[in-house]
T-cell receptor, first 115, second 116 residues
C-alpha cells in the first residue's frame, strides 16, 4: 500500500473562513510534507514534519498552520486566506533509508479556491 | 545552488517512439533523484528514482541515466504510448539533517504528448 489519502478533494472558502485539510498515510513513514502547487508549476515545499515534529517551515505565512497529531496524520489549518492562496495542496510522506529520506509519495491533493 | 533545470518544456512524440527529458543540477549535496508523472488534477506519482552512486536504472519502459561528473540526469521512455501523455517532473532531494525529512527541489516540468 503506497497510498496517501487527502480530504477533502475540493474546497471553496471565503477569506474570513477557517477550514482544515487532512492527510493520512499508513505506510509507517516518519516524514510528512505539505506542498503547494499552482497551475502549470512544480510543487513548492511548505512544511516538513519528521517524527511528528515540525522540522522545516519554508517561511510560510501564519495564515497556514500545520499540525501532526500522530505519525499517520497531518493537518493544515487555514485561516484568513487570500485569493492568491488558491492552488492544489499536496501532502506527501517518505520513509527513512539510512541517513536520508527517500521515495516521497504524494496524495491526490486538495483543490482549494479562495473567494 | 538549489535549482534544478529541466528541458524541454514540452515534447511531442509519436506512438512507439522514445521520449527523452533532461535535467541538470548544481548542488552536489543532493542525495536522491526521483522522477514524477502528473496527470491533470492529480497528485504527482513517483515513477522511478536513482541515487548518485548509480549510473543507470531501468524499470519497465522507463530508464534514468545519471552522469555525476556532469551533474545531469535524464529520463528515457521507450515505446512511448498515448497514455504516457502527462507532465513529468524531475526532482532532487536533500536531507538537511538525519531526522529532518527531505527537501525536494523540482524542475519546471515537461509536458509530454504522445500522438497515436
Amino acid at each position: 500500500d503506497t497510498e496517501v489519502t487527502q480530504t477533502p478533494k475540493h474546497l471553496v472558502m471565503g477569506m474570513t473562513n477557517k477550514k482544515s485539510l487532512k492527510c493520512e498515510q499508513h505506510m509507517g513513514h516518519r516524514a510528512m510534507y505539505w506542498y503547494k502547487q499552482k497551475a502549470k508549476k512544480p510543487p513548492e515545499l511548505m512544511f516538513v514534519y519528521s517524527y511528528e515534529k515540525l522540522s522545516i517551515n519554508e517561511s510560510v505565512p501564519s495564515r497556514f498552520s500545520p499540525e501532526c497529531p500522530n505519525s499517520s496524520l497531518l493537518n493544515l489549518h487555514l485561516h484568513a486566506l487570500q485569493p492568491e492562496d488558491s492552488a492544489l495542496y499536496l501532502c506527501a510522506s517518505s520513509r527513512r533509508q539510512g541517513l536520508t529520506f527517500t521515495e516521497a509519495f504524494f496524495g491526490q491533493g486538495t483543490r482549494l479556491t479562495v473567494v | 545552488q538549489q535549482q534544478v533545470k529541466q528541458s524541454p518544456q514540452s515534447l511531442i512524440v509519436q506512438k512507439g517512439g522514445i521520449s527523452i527529458i533532461n535535467c541538470a543540477y548544481e548542488n552536489t549535496a543532493f542525495d536522491y533523484f526521483p522522477w514524477y508523472q502528473q496527470f491533470p488534477g492529480k497528485g504527482p506519482a513517483l515513477l522511478i528514482a536513482i541515487r548518485p552512486d548509480v549510473s543507470e536504472k531501468k524499470e519497465g519502459r522507463f530508464t534514468i541515466s545519471f552522469n555525476k561528473s556532469a551533474k545531469q540526469f535524464s529520463l528515457h521512455i521507450m515505446d512511448s504510448q498515448p497514455g504516457d501523455s502527462a507532465t513529468y517532473f524531475c526532482a532532487a532531494s536533500l536531507t538537511p539533517k538525519e531526522t529532518s525529512g527531505s527537501r525536494l527541489t523540482f524542475g519546471e516540468g515537461t509536458q509530454l504528448t504522445v500522438n497515436p
